[in-house]
């Protein structure tokens, strides 16, 4: 069964970025589809970002920005998220989710997709 560790998160200020990082340890990484998903206190799970199984395809919401950018490198077992120009309205806990499924497009950024959760790193933002 694959673990997914988070980490990067932090403070940071309005305009500035973070790289998150999904690491993935007790299994090969590379045949799981993998998306971030943030929340903030009370709220559903917004979908940030999702990527295939070999990096080929990635996945955005559609009013994404083109601020977020989802990496993987297989290698190091390990899903990136790189956040530029952050706002306030950032701010909100991270998870990491994988799926053993090749999931694409509706499938990728929905939640009920995803089994394997990390436990989220805090992200946020001030003005």
């Known amino acids: 069964q694959v673990r997914l560790v988070e980490s990067g998160g932090g403070l940071v200020q309005a305009g500035g970025s973070l790289r998150l990082s999904c690491a993935a340890s007790?299994?090969?990484?590379?045949?799981?589809?993998v998306a971030w998903f943030r929340q903030v206190s009370g709220k559903e799970h917004g979908f940030v970002a999702a990527?295939?199984?070999?990096?080929?395809?990635?996945y955005y919401p559609d009013s994404q920005e083109g601020r977020f950018t989802i990496s993987r490198d297989h290698a190091e077992n390990t899903v990136y998220l790189q956040m530029n120009s952050l706002k306030p309205e950032d701010t909100a806990v991270y998870y990491c989710?994988?799926?053993?499924?090749?999931?694409?497009?509706?499938?990728?950024?929905?939640?009920?997709?995803?089994?394997?959760w990390g436990q989220g790193t805090q992200v946020t933002v001030t003005s």
């Open positions: 989710a994988a799926s053993g499924s090749y999931l694409s497009n509706d499938y990728a950024r929905d939640m009920r997709e995803y089994n394997i």
């Open positions: 007790g299994h090969t990484f590379s045949k799981y589809t």
């Open positions: 990527i295939s199984w070999g990096g080929s395809y990635t």
